[in-house]
C-alpha cells in the first residue's frame, strides 16, 4: 500500500500522476485539512502533524509514503526518515534543479509558501543545484487556500498572480517552479500570464517515477483508492472532478472518509 498525504487537495496533483504510472497500486490518500495551511505555520508545528500522519499510515498498512507536499518535506521530512527508517519515503522539492539546467537566461523564480520560501533546505536545494543562476524566491501566501476554494476562475486572483509574476518576468526569468503542489492547480491561472516568456517546472511526475523504483510489492494490489481527511471529507471527493481528476473515482472503493489524526 501506498500512502501519499498533504495538508489539503494539493497533493492530489501527485496522486494523479502516481495513479496513471501504478493503475495495479493500492492507494491512500490523506488531507490533513483539519489543520492546513501548513505554509504559515511554524516547523514544529509542521512537523508534529507529519509523525501523527505517518503514524496512521503506517497504521493502515503503508509501506511506501510519499510526502506530497513541498512544505512538509522542507520541515520535517527529515525527522520523518528518522522516526519510521523502516518506511520508504519520497520527498517533494521545489524543481530547481531542472528549472537550473533548463533556463537560458540564467534567472529563475520558485514560487512557495512562506514556511519553504524561508528554509534552510530550499536554500540548501539552490546551493547545490542552482550555483550558475539568480534564482528569486517568491513567497505567495493565501494562495495554496486559495485552491482549496476551487474558485481558481476568480479574476481578482489572476491580478494578484500577475503582481507576483509580472516583475520576475521583467527581469528575464525564464523558468518558473511550482515550489508546492497546490500549484499545479493554478496553472491554467499562471500559463496564460507567462505566456512563451517562461516555463512553469512542475516535479509531480518526476516524484512519481521515484515512487515507481521505490513502490517494489506496494505497486501490486487491485488498484483502488481510499480518501481520507481530518475535515471535511466529502469536500476532498468533490474536488476530484473540479480538479479535472474525475478519472480517479473509478478507482475509489467507499466514499471519502472522515479521521481524527
Ligand atoms: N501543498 C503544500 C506544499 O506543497 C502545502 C500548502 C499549504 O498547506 O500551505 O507546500
Redesign the pocket.
Known amino acids: 500500500m501506498i500512502g501519499i498525504f498533504?495538508?489539503?487537495l494539493?497533493?492530489l496533483s501527485v496522486l494523479a500522476a502516481i495513479a496513471r504510472k501504478l493503475p495495479a497500486a493500492d492507494l491512500i490518500y490523506l488531507a490533513d485539512t483539519a489543520h492546513?495551511?501548513?505554509?504559515?505555520k511554524e516547523d514544529g508545528y509542521i512537523r508534529s502533524r507529519v509523525l501523527q500522519i505517518g503514524r496512521r499510515l503506517v497504521d493502515d498498512g503503508c509501506g511506501v509514503i510519499v510526502v506530497?507536499?513541498?512544505?512538509?518535506?522542507a520541515a520535517a521530512v527529515a525527522a520523518f526518515r528518522e522516526h519510521f527508517p523502516e518506511l520508504a519515503v519520497v520527498g517533494?522539492e521545489p524543481g530547481v534543479k531542472p528549472a537550473a539546467a533548463q533556463s537560458r537566461s540564467g534567472r529563475i523564480a520558485v514560487l512557495?509558501?512562506e514556511?519553504?520560501a524561508r528554509s534552510e533546505r530550499l536554500a540548501e536545494l539552490i546551493r547545490q543545484h542552482a550555483g550558475s543562476v539568480r534564482v528569486h524566491v517568491e513567497a505567495c501566501p493565501g494562495w495554496?487556500?486559495r485552491v482549496e476554494t476551487l474558485h481558481l476562475d476568480d479574476p481578482h486572483f489572476a491580478a494578484e498572480a500577475r503582481q507576483h509574476l509580472t516583475p520576475l518576468l521583467e527581469c528575464g526569468v525564464d523558468q518558473i517552479v511550482l515550489?508546492?503542489?497546490?500549484?499545479s492547480f493554478l496553472a491554467p491561472v499562471l500559463q496564460p500570464i507567462v505566456d512563451q516568456r517562461a516555463a512553469l517546472v512542475d516535479v509531480a511526475e518526476a516524484v512519481a517515477r521515484q515512487c515507481v523504483r521505490l513502490a517494489g510489492t506496494a505497486a501490486l494490489g487491485s488498484g483502488r483508492l481510499t480518501l481520507l481527511a481530518t475535515a471535511h471529507p466529502e469536500r476532498l471527493q468533490a474536488a476530484l472532478p473540479a480538479l479535472g481528476l474525475g478519472w480517479l473515482r473509478h478507482r475509489l472503493c467507499s466514499a471519502a472518509r472522515l479521521i481524527v489524526a
Do not use: E, F, R
Open positions: 498533504d495538508s489539503g494539493g497533493g492546513l495551511p501548513y505554509g504559515n506530497a507536499c513541498n512544505t512538509a518535506t517533494v512557495a509558501t514556511s519553504t495554496a487556500t515550489g508546492c503542489t497546490h500549484y
